[in-house]
């Protein structure tokens, strides 16, 4: 059953999820400063890419100073968007198990830093 999630996540929103990730994340790397949060934003697009079958858990207070900047200037709106997807797939019943994937991907959007992806 994960492969076949993990197909029909990549063909109808796990790739292009990816796509815009890898972009902002190679563009934060063009500065030192954003360096960190680019690395950060590559182990999330690829866990984004398959995210079923795979588990993800936020750590605030491993890094809470990147981590309070994140959702300062990032964070909060990248939660807003995956909540306002995860109300969308939960109308149409179908998309449910697509639905429990970008629930589980908000806390790690909102902390990456200290996130830990298996």
Do not use: D, E, H
Request: charged share 5%; with cysteine; net charge positive.
């Amino acid at each position: 059953m994960k492969t076949i999630g993990n197909i029909l996540w990549i063909i109808f929103a796990g790739f292009f999820m990816w796509l815009g990730i890898l972009l902002v994340g190679l563009l934060l790397c063009i500065t030192i400063i954003g360096i960190p949060y680019g690395k950060q934003l590559f182990n999330l697009a690829f866990f984004m890419l398959m995210p079923f079958g795979r588990r993800a858990s936020a750590n605030f207070g491993k890094n809470p100073i990147a981590n309070l900047i994140w959702v300062i200037l990032v964070g909060w709106g990248a939660v807003i968007n995956l909540l306002f997807a995860t109300v969308i797939l939960v109308i149409f019943i179908i998309t449910i198990p697509f639905a429990k994937q970008t629930w589980k991907l908000i806390p790690v959007v909102a902390f990456p830093f200290g996130a830990k992806f298996s």
